[in-house]
C-alpha cells in the first residue's frame, strides 16, 4: 500500500524504532526536512537517531515510498532502496541497483558526547553510534558493499558523524539496537527471508482482527498494520508487552486509551488484550488511583482519565472467557479503581463524583469545564454506574453474594442520584460540584451518558436522541464534540469541535443499547468512511472529515475494526 511516512511511521511490533518522514523544523526541532530514523523509548532526551539520505552516484536524490510486504521500499532515479526488520531489535536496509547509496547523518551536532567508533571483528568494521542524544546505541555494519565514515572529533564529541554506504551493485546493510553491550554476534541476513517471516508475524496478527466488511478490507489492513507495528516490548515501567497510542509522538499508554485497544483485540487474541487492559492496573495506588500514563521510563500523575475500565471488560468478557484467576484480579483493580473515585473524588459528599480537571475526564479542554472544576459530570456518574455492575456481576460469577448485592445496589442509588442531579427538561446537564449550578455550554461531552442505555428512563433516551441526531452534534461525518454553532467551536479545537473515535464509539454502543440500530449503522459508517478517506487520525474536523493531529493513532484504528464489526456486518 502506498504509505505516507509523514502521516504514519514505519516500525514493527515491539519494536522501539521508527522511520518518519519529517518536514523542516518539525516541532521546533530544528531539522532539515527529510527521512529520520527514531526511538519510542521514553528516555531519549532527543528522538531523532539519524537522518537516512538516499543517493544515486553519490548525490542525494527524492523518493516515493511504499509500504509493500511490511517491508519499507524507497523508489529513486529509478533505483531501489528497501527497509525490513528481522527482529524488533535489528533494521536491514538494502540498495538495489548501480550507483544506489544512502548515507546515514547521526546529527551528533545535536548531542554532547555523540560519536562513532570503529570495532575490527573478523576482518571486518563494525561501526557504533554512541547517541548520548537518545539514550540509545546503534550497531552497523555492511553485509555487502562498503561503509565510509565521515566524523569530526571534538574534545568530546563529534561535530558530525555520517555513514556513507555504497555497493557496485548495491548494498545490504545492517542497523542493530544495542541495549547495554554488544554481544560479539554479527550473524548473515537474507533481506527477503527476513522480510517474509516479519510478514507472516504480521498476518498472524491480522487474521485476529474482528472481520469488517468487504468494503472496508483495505482499511482494517491498514488498521491492523497499525495496530501491531505500534506494539512495543515490555520494558522499565511496561511491565507487559504494550500498544503504544502511536509511535509518531504520542509514545505513551494512557489509562482509558488503552481500553480501546484491549477491546479490539479481545475477539481473537485474549492474551494480549488482557495484557492491555490490565497494564495500567499493574502501576494502580494503594488508594486505587490509576496513573495518566505510562511509558518505558516515565509514570504521570497528575492527571487520571474516566473510569471506562468496567465497560470496556464487559466488552471483552463478551467476546474473551476469564480464568478464575482473571476474573479475581478485575474485581480486586476495578473494585479499588471505583472505591477511589467514590472516596477521593466527592467532596461535596452528595454520591455523585467530580472530574478536577478535564484531563480527568479524556476530553482535556470541553466547555463543560469553561469554569473552574470540580464539576459533576452524568458521563462520569454513568461510567462509575456501569462500573459498579460490572462489579456485581463479577462477584456474582465469584460466589460473593454480599459483594453481588451490594455493588448492585450502590450502582442503582447512584443512577437514581445522577437522574436528579444531571437532568433538566430530560436532557443531560453538568454541574459544578456543591451548589449544583448548571455548566453552560454546548458540548458533546454530557450526552455520553446515553451509554447507560436503556437504564434511561424512556422519556430521556427520546429527548436525547432527538437532540443526537438532530443539527447540533451530527455532521455528515458524525459527532462533533463541540456544536459547530457554539462561539467556541473551533475546527482544529482539540475537544472543542473535532470528531473523536472514543467519543463515537461510547455514544453508538449506548444508542444501540436504546434500540437505534439503523441510525447506529449510518453513524458507524459514516464514521468509517471518514477513517478510510482521512486515516487513523487523533481527531477529525467534524464539517470536513480531515484528519487531524497525530495521523496514526490506535484508538482510531481499534475502534474502527471493533464499530465496522459490529455494527455494519449485516444486520
Known amino acids: ?33 527529510g527521512l529520520y530514523l527514531r526511538t519510542v523509548h521514553g528516555s ?16 542525494e536524490v527524492e523518493y516515493d515510498s511504499r509500504l509493500e510486504r511490511v517491508g519499507l521500499r524507497l523508489q529513486a532515479a529509478g533505483k531501489e532502496i528497501g527497509f525490513c526488520f528481522d527482529n524488533s531489535g535489528t533494521l536491514l536496509i538494502r540498495g538495489m541497483g548501480e ?22 571483528h573478523d576482518g571486518v568494521i563494525r561501526y557504533m553510534a554512541n547517541c548520548y542524544k537518545n539514550n540509545c546505541r546503534y550497531l552497523v555494519w555492511a553485509q ?47 533481506f527477503e527471508t527476513s522480510r517474509e517471516s516479519t510478514e507472516q508475524e504480521f498476518l498472524a496478527f491480522y487474521r485476529k482482527m474482528p472481520e469488517c466488511p468487504m468494503e472496508y478490507k483495505d482499511t482494517a489492513y491498514r488498521a491492523a498494520y497499525l495496530n501491531w507495528s505500534s506494539l512495543v516490548k515490555k520494558n522499565g515501567f511496561l511491565t507487559r508487552d ?78 474473551m472467557e476469564l480464568s478464575r484467576g482473571q476474573m479475581e484480579e478485575a474485581y480486586r483493580c476495578l473494585e479499588k479503581w471505583t472505591c477511589w473515585w467514590l472516596n477521593y473524588r466527592d467532596y461535596d459528599g452528595d454520591g455523585l463524583c467530580e472530574y478536577n480537571h478535564g484531563n480527568d475526564s479524556g476530553w482535556d479542554n470541553s466547555t463543560v469545564f469553561s469554569i473552574l472544576p470540580p464539576v459533576e459530570s452524568p458521563d462520569l456518574q454513568a461510567y462509575l454506574i456501569i462500573q459498579m455492575e460490572v462489579l456485581s456481576n463479577l462477584a456474582g460469577k465469584l460466589r460473593m453474594e454480599t459483594a453481588e448485592k451490594d455493588w448492585a445496589q450502590r450502582s442503582s442509588k447512584m443512577l437514581e442520584k445522577m437522574l436528579k442531579h444531571n437532568f433538566r427538561d430530560h436532557l ?47 455532521t455528515d461525518y458524525g459527532f462533533a464534540t463541540e456544536s459547530p454553532d457554539s462561539v467556541f467551536y473551533r475546527t482544529d479545537g482539540y475537544w472543542r469541535g473535532p470528531i473523536w473515535a472514543p467519543s463515537t464509539m461510547i455514544l453508538l454502543d449506548g444508542l444501540y443499547q436504546c434500540g437505534e440500530k439503523g441510525l447506529v449503522r449510518e453513524a458507524a459508517d459514516r464514521f468509517a468512511a471518514m477513517v478510510t478517506e482521512g486515516g487513523f487520525a487523533e481527531n477529525f474536523d467534524a464539517l470536513t472529515g480531515k484528519g487531524l493531529r497525530d495521523r496514526a493513532y490506535t484508538w482510531t484504528s481499534s475502534a474502527f475494526l471493533v464499530m465496522t464489526h459490529e455494527y455494519l456486518n449485516g444486520d
Open 1 to 33: 500500500m502506498k504509505m505516507d511516512l509523514s502521516q504514519m511511521p514505519f516500525s514493527r511490533a515491539y519494536s522501539y524504532m521508527a522511520l518518519s518522514e519529517l518536514s523542516e523544523n518539525f516541532k521546533g526541532m530544528e531539522n532539515v526536512q
Open 99 to 120: 550507483g544506489v547509496g544512502i548515507s546515514l547523518d547521526f546529527l551528533t551536532k545535536e548531542g554532547t558526547y555523540d560519536y562513532i567508533y570503529e570495532i575490527p
Open 428 to 474: 443531560p446537564v453538568a454541574v459544578r460540584s456543591g451548589n449544583h449550578e448548571i455548566i453552560e455550554n454546548d458540548s458533546l461531552l454530557p450526552y455520553e451518558c446515553i451509554v447507560l442505555g436503556r437504564r434511561l428512563p424512556k422519556v430521556i433516551r427520546k429527548e436525547m436522541i432527538k437532540v443526537l441526531y438532530g443539527n447540533k452534534f451530527y
Open 242 to 319: 504494550a500498544m503504544f497510542m502511536s509511535k509518531n509522538w504520542m509514545c505513551n499508554v494512557w489509562s482509558w486509551d488503552h481500553c480501546f485497544n484491549a477491546i479490539a483485540l479481545s475477539y481473537h487474541y485474549p492474551e494480549l488484550a488482557w495484557d492491555q487492559f490490565m497494564i495500567m492496573f499493574d502501576h494502580q495506588d494503594a488508594t486505587g488511583l490509576l496513573p495518566d500514563s505510562i511509558n518505558d521510563v516515565h509514570i504521570v500523575w497528575n492527571y487520571c482519565k474516566p473510569p471506562i475500565h468496567g465497560w470496556a471488560l464487559d466488552k471483552m468478557m463478551k467476546n
Open 144 to 190: 555487502k558493499g562498503d561503509i565510509v565514515l565521515e566524523q569530526k572529533w571534538e574534545e568530546s564529541s563529534s561535530l558530525y558523524s555520517k555513514l556513507h554506504i555504497t555497493g557496485e551493485d548495491g548494498f545490504v546493510v545492517v542497523l542493530r539496537e544495542i541495549e547495554t553491550e554488544w554481544d560479539g554476534v554479527c550473524r548473515t541476513y537474507n
Open 44 to 59: 531519549a532526551p532527543k528522538p531523532l537517531i539519524a537522518r537516512i539520505i538516499p543517493t544515486v552516484d553519490g548525490k
